[in-house]
């Protein structure tokens, strides 16, 4: 089956702007897991859904926010970005049986200048 | 706040050679996973460990659990080149993966 995709795989902001990201999990997932990953803080988790509902929220500033639709799709959003916004970030899916791994997708690159 | 510990943080190999990638962390939890990263790349699922004394294997790669230590083991086999990339392990608790920093692997012929 088809595994989980991000949109876009690159993007490029400037200070101040906001950036939307678009995760669509693993059919029939209903968990999705946010991420970033930088060279000096390594993987750090931002948020997890389930159900629309979010249920564990990482150590980040409120700048930072995210939303599950009733299709399981995700999307966060970061708003007044700041240079060390700059990251990759990662969505990851899972059916949280408690038997099976998170799966994550490709990553969206954000630079921002 | 739990905590996961790796070491090495670099490891450089031989082909051939065998090593041991170790994991710690500070909290009770019965499911660790590993992931291998190669450069510029997303995260590909290893192993996921679920219970104390789990051991599983694929190819060269044996990851095992200890929940009463709080310690599980990613031991390499023979080393190829194949292998080299940056291994994760990770802990799941309250719903979220915590990360191990990564133990940047290179290996050698």
């Known amino acids: 089956k088809a595994g989980v995709t991000q949109t876009p795989r690159y993007l490029i902001k400037t200070r101040g702007q906001q950036v939307t990201l678009s995760c669509s999990p693993i059919?029939?997932?209903?968990?999705v897991s946010w991420y970033q990953q930088t060279p000096g803080q390594g993987l750090q988790f931002l948020f997890e859904?389930?159900?629309?509902?979010?249920?564990n929220k990482g150590n980040f500033p409120g700048r930072f926010s995210g939303r599950q639709f009733s299709n399981s799709r995700s999307e966060m959003n970061v708003s007044t970005l700041e240079l060390g916004d700059s990251a990759l970030y990662l969505c990851?899916?899972?059916?949280?049986?408690?038997?099976?791994?998170?799966?994550f997708g490709p990553g969206t690159r954000l630079l921002v200048l | 706040e739990l905590k996961v510990e790796q070491n090495p943080l670099f490891l450089s190999m031989q082909e051939g050679k065998n090593y041991t990638i170790y994991c710690n962390y500070s909290?009770?939890?019965?499911?660790l996973y590993w992931y291998r990263q190669d450069p510029g790349k997303s995260l590909e699922s290893l192993f996921v460990?679920?219970?104390?004394?789990a051991v599983k294997q694929e190819g060269r790669l044996m990851a095992s659990l200890d929940t009463k230590a709080r310690l599980s083991t990613l031991h390499i086999t023979a080393a190829v080149h194949d292998l080299s990339a940056t291994y994760f392990c990770?802990?799941?608790?309250?719903?979220?993966?915590?990360f191990g920093k990564g133990t940047l692997l290179t290996v050698n012929p």
């Open positions: 460990l679920l219970s104390n004394g």
């Open positions: 059919s029939g997932h209903r968990s």
């Open positions: 859904y389930f159900s629309e509902t979010q249920r």
């Open positions: 990770a802990v799941d608790f309250l719903y979220k993966l915590t």
């Open positions: 990851a899916s899972s059916s949280w049986t408690g038997q099976e791994t998170q799966y």
């Open positions: 909290t009770t939890s019965d499911r």
